[in-house]
């Protein structure tokens, strides 16, 4: 049986409840749950659905991903988010992607600290013995709001050993205790700093690249915009994984997918009210908004990456247009059946592990015709 929805159906936003124990217990039996993914058949998965499958917009959700958001609303979990506060947000998050961490193995593991706009700010480098490697300055998910280095370890971790490259991901100032534009000032000071010590970390000095997933991606987007303005180095190239490019969007994509597929507008429109509530800047400023940059040409080549049941990919698939359009190279690959955050679904097999591997190859072998 199949379901099949249309940009026409409303959807009622779900009510918000606070994180209490249970929600605890439940993030925890979650991640057992979805440790055990790999290992169950594709036709028990099928059975457990009960023959369902999911179409939109002519994409069939990927059977691993259907039976994991199946079983979220099953733990009456609904989106990232499940409490207005934002301390007990971030602690959700951390303790579902610590609950199925596969801590895989790489050469090296160091913490340090490099520069941000105000001071130092925590990095973790992730080292190859791939000799004369690229460098990637990695900014993580979260919505400018949650997430953190150790959120996205694994999916580094993944980066560094299948893609042969250095990763040196920043743990940015979030909001709201820092609102916009703080995230893209330490985001473009940490790039400078792994400009200047690329050698001293092992990697190439000419091929320090940038990248990120979702508000990480709009981060790597926007320090590209800047390194090109400032005439800074240039990075070698900008990873976007289904990034934030419009923060006032309103597309297609945002309203078939409001609810159900793990982003939900509600989660948006909950990351945007703290990242931008407490400052100066609107949702229309480029400043936030790489989208609308007066002009995308002169910039790093991009591999944009997205997902068919993802709120942001429409937004994702228009920034890669406005790049094509100025001239900028770009590598667009949308994958269909996949939702937002894929790439961090990797360890659960299925088709994310299936594009993340594909992103990753991409990735190197754009970085390696670069040198």
């Not at 124990?21 to 925890?28: G, I, L, P, Q, T």
């Not at 457990?48 to 609303?73: E, F, P, V, W, Y």
């Not at 592990?353 to 190197?364: E, L, W």
């Amino acid at each position: 049986m199949t379901e099949t929805v249309t940009s026409g159906e409303s959807v009622q936003p779900p009510v918000r409840r606070k994180v209490s124990v249970s929600d605890v217990v439940a993030n925890k039996v979650a991640g057992v749950t979805l440790r055990g993914m790999p290992r169950i058949p594709h036709p028990v998965k099928r059975v457990l659905l009960g023959g369902r499958s999911i179409t939109i917009d002519g994409n069939t959700l990927d059977t691993t991903l259907h039976l994991m958001l199946a079983g979220q609303q099953l733990l009456g979990l609904d989106g990232l988010v499940a409490d207005d506060d934002f301390v007990a947000a971030r602690t959700q998050l951390e303790l579902l992607a610590a609950s199925f961490k596969k801590r895989i193995p790489v050469a090296g593991v160091t913490d340090l600290t490099v520069s941000g706009a105000e001071g130092l700010v925590k990095a973790r480098h992730y080292r190859t013995d791939e000799p004369g490697a690229p460098l990637l300055v990695f900014y993580h998910g979260g919505g400018h709001v949650i997430g953190s280095i150790d959120s996205h370890d694994d999916l580094c971790r993944e980066i560094c050993r299948s893609g042969a490259v250095h990763v040196l991901s920043v743990d940015y100032r979030l909001a709201p205790e820092h609102p916009a534009p703080a995230a893209v000032e330490d985001s473009y000071a940490a790039y400078l700093w792994a400009c200047e010590h690329a050698a001293e970390l092992g990697a190439d000095p000419q091929r320090v690249a940038v990248g990120g997933d979702s508000a990480g991606g709009n981060l790597a987007a926007l320090v590209t915009l800047r390194a090109r303005d400032e005439q800074a180095p240039r990075p070698a190239l900008q990873l976007l994984l289904y990034p934030v490019t419009h923060y006032d969007a309103e597309t297609r994509s945002r309203t078939l997918f409001a609810r159900g597929f793990f982003l939900t507008q509600q989660d948006i429109d909950w990351f945007r009210a703290r990242y931008l509530g407490g400052a100066q800047l609107e949702g229309s400023d480029p400043r936030v908004s790489p989208l609308l940059a007066e002009d995308h040409s002169g910039l790093s080549p991009a591999l944009v990456a997205t997902a068919g049941f993802d709120p942001l990919r429409d937004e994702g698939r228009h920034y890669a247009d406005a790049l094509r359009a100025a001239g900028t190279p770009v590598d667009y690959r949308e994958y269909g059946s996949l939702v937002h955050g894929f790439a961090n679904f990797f360890p659960l097999g299925g088709a994310s592990a299936t594009a993340t591997g594909d992103v990753i190859s991409a990735m190197r072998a754009h970085l390696t015709r670069a040198g």
